[in-house]
C-alpha cells in the first residue's frame, strides 16, 4: 500500500453560520490559491464551488449546529483539495439529485444550482458523516483538464 505524500500547503480557518462569512472565506482563499501558485483561472472554479459549498451549509445547516464550519484546504502538486466540516444535519452532496433538466422558465424555481456548479467543476467530491458531524472534500486536479 502506497503511503499518501503530505501536502506542500495547507491552512486551517473557522467560519460561523452566517452570510457575511462567504467574503471572508473568499478572501481567505484568494490569498491562500497565490501564495500556493494555484492557477488563477481553476481557482476561480474552486472559489466558487467552496462558496457554494459554505453557503449550503450557513443556509440549510445552522438550525442543527452548534458549532462553527471549519475548512481545511490543502494544495500538492496536483492538485487543491478543501475539506468542509460542520455539525449540521446530514447530508451528501456527492449523491445529491440533479435539477430535472425539461423545466421551463414558467415552472422552475430559484436555487437549487449549488450542488450541480459543484458538481461540473470538482473533480472530486467525497462525504462522510462521523461522530455527528459532516465532511464534505472536494478536488481539482492543477490544470484544464
Request: hydrophobic share 35%; aromatic share 8%; net charge negative.
Amino acid at each position: 500500500m502506497t503511503e499518501a505524500l503530505p501536502p506542500q500547503a495547507r491552512a486551517i480557518r473557522d467560519f460561523r453560520h452566517d452570510d457575511a462569512e462567504l467574503r471572508r472565506m473568499s478572501e481567505w482563499f484568494r490569498e491562500f490559491a497565490r501564495s500556493t501558485g494555484f492557477p488563477p483561472d481553476r481557482a476561480l472554479d474552486f472559489e466558487l464551488c467552496l462558496n457554494e459549498l459554505l453557503a449550503n451549509t450557513i443556509r440549510h445547516g445552522r438550525d442543527g449546529a452548534k458549532r462553527d464550519v471549519r475548512i481545511t484546504l490543502e494544495q500538492d502538486a496536483p492538485s487543491m483539495r478543501a475539506t468542509i466540516e460542520d455539525d449540521g444535519p446530514p447530508f451528501d452532496p456527492s449523491t445529491a439529485a440533479d435539477r430535472p433538466s425539461n423545466q421551463t422558465l414558467e415552472t422552475m424555481r430559484p436555487g437549487g444550482w449549488g450542488i450541480p456548479i459543484v458538481h461540473a467543476f470538482a473533480n472530486e467530491i467525497r462525504y462522510e458523516r462521523r461522530d455527528g458531524w459532516n465532511r464534505v472534500t472536494i478536488a481539482m486536479i492543477t490544470s484544464n483538464p
